[in-house]
């Protein structure tokens, strides 16, 4: 039996300048992070020769083309091995449509499995270069990049998307301090929204396509704030990264009217005037987590929990995708 996990991730600065659609000709710049909650998949060899799938459904099949789940279809075709005899099945910490990037940490976790079940070494670079050709070459998914390569990679970094398709990792060396304190201030909290990324970012990228002004001088402004976003954190200043982040919230905003609704907006004001020093949603947008910085986390936990939202408390992934069984 193989296990391997990949992280989920938060997203800290410059998101949605991922998507091929505005990298391709302006170049991109995100920084995120990993996060200790993780997606697993195990792969067993079985002694009936028939696929067997077990996710949010199950599905046994004869052979990869019946199968329904798009993800792990494209992923054994592209692995190209003999799945005749496989089991296949996914556990997540966090329910998928919820913002922290579940589909690239399932397909890189389920692609790591496919590669240790043949023995095969791949870097972090061509795991993440794989998952994304799945989602947005093959499915034709209006998704960045930045779920696949920060599930990959782990830690915490910018990554630059350029024109040429190529994407630099770059880890941002943070002072112990630093580090210690962006862990304890952040907090996440799940609005009970769900939603789908691919419907949400779908306006943005048909958008900057057809080269709207709006949009892609929106997204120029977002990607310089994912700069100063880095610049902030290497150089510990944590309270300008956070009003970075309400900046980002509002512009991020602007892009569509799915990005938000009321009772979200209710809930960032009401953090704010609760010890949130910025914040924003975390993912596409339309639900999931809303993530703030804050100094004083009682005050903050206390008045969002009375509210009825759920704490979901975490660490940094520094591993990324791994084999954790073999």
């Given at each position: 039996?193989?296990?391997?996990?990949?992280?989920?991730?938060?997203?800290?600065?410059?998101?949605?300048?991922?998507?091929?659609?505005?990298?391709?000709?302006?170049?991109?710049?995100?920084?995120?992070?990993?996060?200790?909650?993780?997606?697993?998949?195990?792969?067993?060899?079985?002694?009936?020769?028939?696929?067997?799938?077990?996710?949010?459904?199950?599905?046994?099949?004869?052979?990869?083309?019946?199968?329904?789940?798009?993800?792990?279809?494209?992923?054994?075709?592209?692995?190209?091995?003999?799945?005749?005899?496989?089991?296949?099945?996914?556990?997540?910490?966090?329910?998928?449509?919820?913002?922290?990037?579940?589909?690239?940490?399932?397909?890189?976790?389920?692609?790591?499995?496919?590669?240790?079940?043949?023995?095969?070494?791949?870097?972090?670079?061509?795991?993440?270069?794989?998952?994304?050709?799945?989602?947005?070459?093959?499915?034709?998914?209006?998704?960045?990049?930045?779920?696949?390569?920060?599930?990959?990679?782990g830690g915490i970094a910018c990554f630059r998307f350029l024109a040429d398709d190529t994407v630099q990792a770059c880890p941002l060396r943070l002072s112990p301090e630093t580090l210690n304190d962006l862990e304890d201030n952040l907090m996440v909290f799940f609005t009970g929204f769900y939603r789908s990324a691919s419907s949400t970012l779908?306006?943005?990228?048909?958008?900057?396509?057809?080269?709207?002004?709006?949009?892609?001088?929106?997204?120029?402004?977002?990607?310089?704030?994912?700069?100063?976003?880095?610049?902030?954190?290497?150089?510990?200043?944590?309270?300008?990264?956070?009003?970075?982040?309400?900046?980002?919230?509002?512009?991020?905003?602007?892009?569509?009217?799915?990005?938000?609704?009321?009772?979200?907006?209710?809930?960032?004001?009401?953090?704010?005037?609760?010890?949130?020093?910025?914040?924003?949603?975390?993912?596409?947008?339309?639900?999931?987590?809303?993530?703030?910085?804050?100094?004083?986390?009682?005050?903050?936990?206390?008045?969002?929990?009375?509210?009825?939202?759920?704490?979901?408390?975490?660490?940094?992934?520094?591993?990324?995708?791994?084999?954790?069984?073999?």
């Amino acid at each position: 039996m193989i296990i391997t996990r990949s992280p989920l991730r938060i997203s800290l600065g410059g998101g949605g300048t991922d998507l091929p659609s505005y990298y391709q000709d302006h170049s991109g710049l995100v920084v995120a992070a990993a996060i200790d909650k993780y997606v697993y998949i195990t792969l067993h060899q079985r002694f009936i020769s028939r696929i067997l799938l077990k996710y949010s459904h199950m599905e046994e099949v004869d052979a990869i083309d019946e199968i329904k789940h798009p993800l792990i279809r494209e992923s054994l075709r592209l692995w190209g091995g003999d799945a005749s005899h496989l089991e296949i099945t996914s556990m997540a910490d966090i329910p998928d449509r919820t913002g922290l990037g579940s589909s690239g940490s399932f397909t890189t976790a389920l692609l790591k499995g496919l590669h240790a079940y043949r023995k095969n070494l791949v870097l972090p670079s061509e795991l993440a270069a794989q998952a994304c050709h799945i989602e947005i070459d093959r499915l034709g998914e209006p998704v960045g990049k930045q779920d696949q390569y920060v599930s990959a990679y782990g830690g915490i970094a910018c990554f630059r998307f350029l024109a040429d398709d190529t994407v630099q990792a770059c880890p941002l060396r943070l002072s112990p301090e630093t580090l210690n304190d962006l862990e304890d201030n952040l907090m996440v909290f799940f609005t009970g929204f769900y939603r789908s990324a691919s419907s949400t970012l779908r306006e943005q990228d048909e958008k900057s396509k057809n080269d709207e002004s709006e949009m892609l001088e929106n997204l120029h402004f977002v990607r310089e704030l994912g700069l100063k976003s880095e610049e902030c954190l290497k150089a510990g200043k944590l309270r300008e990264f956070a009003d970075l982040m309400n900046l980002h919230w509002q512009h991020k905003k602007q892009r569509s009217q799915e990005m938000t609704n009321p009772q979200i907006d209710e809930w960032y004001e009401l953090a704010r005037a609760n010890g949130a020093l910025g914040g924003k949603l975390i993912g596409a947008g339309g639900g999931g987590f809303l993530m703030f910085y804050t100094e004083d986390k009682t005050r903050l936990r206390h008045a969002l929990t009375r509210a009825g939202l759920r704490e979901v408390r975490f660490h940094f992934d520094f591993e990324g995708t791994k084999v954790v069984v073999q």
